[in-house]
């Protein structure tokens, strides 16, 4: 199955709204605020690549708040 690493930048004070509403996604495994660059994070599992890419293009980036993405692919 699938993993990818969603790093997410979001819009000065919406951190915390798009880190609950990306925890809400089923695909989602694990989400986190965090410190640094980026201000959530989430890792994601699916059936396959075409399914993450729909997460991540359909779901993830249309949360109001959010400004950015980067999508890490777990190889091992």
Known sequence: MPESL???TTEVGAGEKVYKE??????IQKAALITGQY????????EDMEEI???LMTEIRN???V?????NVVIE
């Open 6 to 8: 969603i790093l997410i």
């Open 22 to 27: 990306v925890r809400e996604k089923p695909e």
């Open 39 to 46: 201000d959530v994070m989430a890792i994601a599992r699916a």
């Open 53 to 55: 890419r729909k997460i």
């Open 63 to 65: 949360i109001d708040g």
């Open 67 to 71: 400004r950015k993405t980067i999508t």
